[in-house]
């Protein structure tokens, strides 16, 4: 089955420590996100990546940090300066974004992040 | 500063009535406009994208879109309880997409 798999479903950090979120795709996307998402907010764009080896900040990135080695995996890292992390974390992707195609993202599971 | 504003709800409306959905948006240079579902608790379900000006039906839903005065609706025909969930729009601003807060339905039986 083609898809968007994020691990793990639910994750609980202490204060001081550092946490990585994982998300994998096997659909062939270029492009992938991360979001974050709290109580009836919007989604807000954390990191995005277009191609390997390169990622771009989005509007929320403080505190968080990201790598992209394989077209594949775009795992998220939130660090111990992100002073509020409690959230719904989801990643995304979508179809190479820069050929002018239109960006329909799509979204895995989600994984949701509690700090102790 | 890029927005796309929704009314937040809820919008409750009886099973089999039509519930309609809407969204503002700031940049008129925006080409692509999404609709995305979410249940409590999920992740977001693209369920319709559109990209001209007018209407686009796909089964019980429609999206509309008038670029002229910058809004983007989502009418859902006979509406059933499964509907209820809240409705993300989303906006595309050059290679990123950026979402409204969304409107909570509630389709009562």
């Known amino acids: 089955d083609g898809g968007i798999t994020q691990s793990p479903k639910y994750l609980f950090r202490k204060e001081g420590q550092n946490v990585t979120l994982s998300c994998e795709q096997n659909?062939?996307?270029?492009?992938m996100y991360w979001y974050r998402q709290d109580p009836g907010q919007g989604l807000r764009l954390i990191y995005y990546s277009q191609i390997v080896n390169d990622f771009q900040k989005g509007d929320i990135a403080e505190g968080y940090s990201v790598s992209r080695e394989k077209k594949e995996s775009f795992p998220l890292t939130v660090t111990s300066a992100q002073k509020n992390p409690t959230a719904f974390y989801l990643c995304a992707s979508s179809i190479d974004v820069t050929s002018g195609t239109y960006n329909e993202q799509f979204f895995g599971p989600g994984t949701r992040l509690t700090v102790l | 500063q890029k927005e796309v504003e929704q009314n937040s709800g809820p919008l409750s409306v009886p099973e089999g009535a039509i519930a309609s959905l809407n969204c503002t948006y700031s940049d008129r240079g925006s080409q692509s406009f999404f609709w995305y579902r979410q249940y409590s608790g999920k992740s977001p379900e693209l369920i319709m994208s559109?990209?001209?000006?007018g209407d686009k039906e796909d089964g019980r839903f429609t999206a509309q879109l008038n670029k002229a005065s910058q809004y983007v609706s989502l009418l859902i025909r006979d509406s059933q309880p499964s509907d209820s969930a809240t409705y993300l729009c989303a906006v595309e601003y050059g290679n990123k997409l950026v979402f409204g807060a969304g409107t909570i339905l509630r389709v009562k039986s």
């Open positions: 659909l062939n996307h270029d492009a």
């Open positions: 559109i990209y001209s000006n």
